[in-house]
């Protein structure tokens, strides 16, 4: 069977360099090297995976990230992407717990739990209970500050221009998701509901909760509507509740992930951005599209 081995550099640190192509070509016996991106991105077949840390150490250039996938179906017809610390920089409830001066204590929280260190579900009833009476204004306050992560608009217009179906799946809540899909052009989103009095919130949170089990039913959901096979999908996300959908899809990628995460997702951004999920699907830097 032939796989595809993709290369991205983190442009930041220095441009790949054709003799770091040439030496991972020898490193896996690759064959037909093909630049996606000259002095950031280069692909080339293999007839195994090879070693992504041995490969790695072999450069000259550190900050280069190595996924593989199979030769066929490269190209995914879902993705499925999480949204804190994924999509956009930040985990949205703490940004939002800082307007009630709990953000370092809740944050704390939202860490154990995304390293699978604590009951998802429990935690953030916890998180949101602690925030009972904070002013909705607050809300939009945090809206203002939200940044996305770097290619997270081409990432979503590449792979929309080319016909896939997008969506954010969030154990965040409504009020951001619909605003981030809006910004960003996931065709749907999907979260969970922060409750409040018209006024405040009410410390509480709708149920059911959304977490990794709806996450991974989300893709098993939009692959049968699509018609495509899980093979067709593509998920990227960084917490323990991602960790089920992350090993069902197709293409996997874990984005600058927890610990946790980081031990079990082979094909992982470490150094680089979302546009290296492009370029693992084999898109050209040519082909990308801007979402603007």
């Known amino acids: 069977?032939?796989?595809?081995?993709?290369?991205?550099?983190?442009?930041?640190?220095?441009?790949?360099?054709?003799?770091?192509?040439?030496?991972?070509?020898?490193?896996?016996?690759?064959?037909?090297?093909?630049?996606?991106?000259?002095?950031?991105?280069?692909?080339?077949?293999?007839?195994?995976?090879?070693?992504?840390?041995?490969?790695?150490?072999?450069?000259?250039?550190?900050?280069?990230?190595?996924?593989?996938?199979?030769?066929?179906?490269?190209?995914?017809?879902?993705?499925?992407?999480?949204m804190d610390s994924t999509i956009v920089t930040c985990e949205t409830l703490d940004e939002l717990a800082a307007f009630a001066g709990l953000k370092d204590e809740i944050a704390e929280i939202t860490k154990r739990a995304m390293n699978g260190e604590l009951d998802f579900a429990a935690a953030l009833r916890e998180r949101v209970a602690m925030l009972k009476g904070l002013k909705l204004s607050a809300l939009e306050a945090t809206w203002a500050e939200i940044q996305f992560c770097p290619g997270a608009r081409e990432l979503v217009a590449t792979m929309h221009a080319h016909g896939a179906t997008t969506a954010l799946v969030s154990g965040g809540f409504t009020f951001f998701t619909s605003r981030v899909a809006a910004e960003i052009g996931f065709d749907i989103h999907r979260s969970n509901e922060l409750l409040d009095n018209g006024s405040e919130?009410?410390?509480?949170?709708?149920?059911?909760?959304?977490?990794?089990?709806?996450?991974?039913?989300?893709?098993?959901?939009?692959?049968?509507?699509?018609?495509?096979?899980?093979?067709a999908t593509l998920a990227v996300g960084d917490g323990a509740n991602d960790l089920p959908m992350l090993k069902e899809a197709g293409l996997g990628i874990a984005y600058h992930a927890k610990p946790v995460v980081a031990a079990q997702v082979a094909n992982r951004v470490e150094h680089t951005d979302l546009t290296s999920l492009l370029f693992a699907q084999g898109y050209p830097a040519s082909a990308f599209k801007t979402g603007e």
């Open 201 to 231: 919130l009410t410390g509480a949170v709708a149920e059911p909760i959304l977490d990794k089990n709806a996450k991974l039913t989300t893709l098993r959901e939009l692959a049968e509507k699509r018609g495509v096979k899980l093979a």
């Open 1 to 82: 069977m032939s796989y595809i081995v993709t290369l991205v550099a983190n442009r930041q640190a220095g441009s790949l360099s054709q003799a770091d192509a040439t030496r991972a070509l020898e490193f896996c016996a690759g064959m037909h090297p093909n630049w996606l991106s000259p002095g950031h991105a280069v692909e080339f077949t293999v007839q195994a995976v090879p070693d992504r840390a041995a490969l790695q150490a072999a450069f000259e250039h550190k900050a280069v990230d190595v996924f593989a996938m199979k030769f066929r179906g490269r190209r995914k017809a879902v993705l499925v992407a999480d």
